[in-house]
């Protein structure tokens, strides 16, 4: 059974990632002017293996395809939605993220103990 479960899994994995993790640029990419490079970054630099820069003090992910997002296999599964993982230690990546969830969160007509629950 186990077999069995690992072999459906690894198709899970592959199926949900070309439809839901795969970046395909569109004109959101390019607005406030950059024609140049897509504002998410894509594509990825290609990284064999995960690794901590320490020139940047930062853990750099594993990347095999430029153009998908970083994801947890098991997020993708089993909630199936798009997500990007990142490893934020601290410093200015941390306050980038810190700014992007309060302006995310603002944004939405939400309750204050909706938003308080998600920090």
């Given at each position: 059974?186990?077999?069995?479960?690992?072999?459906?899994?690894?198709?899970e994995?592959k199926?949900?990632?070309?439809v839901l993790?795969?970046h395909?640029?569109?004109?959101?990419?390019?607005?406030?002017?950059?024609?140049?490079?897509?504002?998410?970054?894509?594509?990825?630099?290609?990284?064999?293996?995960?690794?901590?820069?320490?020139?940047?003090?930062?853990?750099?992910?594993?990347?095999?395809?430029?153009?998908?997002?970083?994801?947890?296999?098991?997020?993708l599964?089993?909630c199936?939605?798009?997500?990007?993982?990142?490893?934020?230690?601290?410093?200015?990546?941390?306050?980038?993220?810190?700014?992007?969830?309060?302006?995310?969160?603002?944004?939405?007509?939400?309750?204050t103990?909706?938003?308080?629950?998600?920090?």
């Amino acid at each position: 059974v186990l077999d069995e479960w690992d072999t459906v899994y690894a198709t899970e994995i592959k199926q949900c990632g070309e439809v839901l993790q795969r970046h395909r640029c569109h004109p959101v990419c390019h607005k406030y002017g950059k024609d140049d490079r897509c504002r998410f970054l894509f594509p990825h630099e290609i990284v064999e293996a995960s690794m901590f820069d320490p020139e940047t003090n930062s853990v750099v992910l594993m990347c095999r395809d430029a153009n998908v997002n970083y994801f947890n296999p098991y997020i993708l599964v089993f909630c199936r939605h798009n997500h990007d993982m990142k490893c934020i230690l601290s410093g200015r990546g941390a306050k980038a993220v810190m700014f992007y969830i309060s302006d995310y969160i603002t944004k939405m007509d939400v309750k204050t103990y909706e938003v308080l629950s998600l920090l």
